[in-house]
């Protein structure tokens, strides 16, 4: 039984971090690449990054290019999203999922984790 667990989220101001942690467990996590994900109220999910197996390949939708970080720690079973200068268009619950091979598309992902809140304030 494959689970995710996101963690990491909260209230933060426009201009700060937070560091997205999506741990995994039910499979052996360093043959799968992992994706992150966003959902804000009223709007379709959307790709946010993702990273092979490996970490050796890594994503980024143009909207958080430059200011977002996704990484592996296989021997961990988990995934990280570093966020810096959030804006307020990047609140939402963000997602971690996992699947054979990387993909931006969220119809190709078959399991996800229950989401954890990003808040973005003045």
């Known amino acids: 039984q494959v689970q995710l667990v996101e963690s990491g989220g909260g209230l933060v101001q426009a201009g700060g971090s937070l560091r997205l942690s999506c741990a995994a467990s039910g499979r052996t996590f360093s043959n799968y690449a992992m994706g992150w994900f966003r959902q804000a109220p009223g709007k379709e999910r959307e790709f946010v990054a993702a990273?092979?197996?490996?970490?050796?390949?890594?994503y980024y939708a143009d909207s958080v290019k430059g200011r977002f970080t996704i990484s592996r720690d296989n021997a961990k079973n988990t995934v990280y999203l570093q966020m810096n200068s959030l804006k307020f268009e990047d609140a939402a619950v963000y997602y971690c999922a996992q699947r054979r091979g990387v993909s931006y598309v969220v119809n190709d992902y078959v399991y996800w984790g229950q989401g954890t809140q990003v808040t973005v304030s003045s």
């Open positions: 990273i092979s197996w490996s970490g050796g390949r890594t």
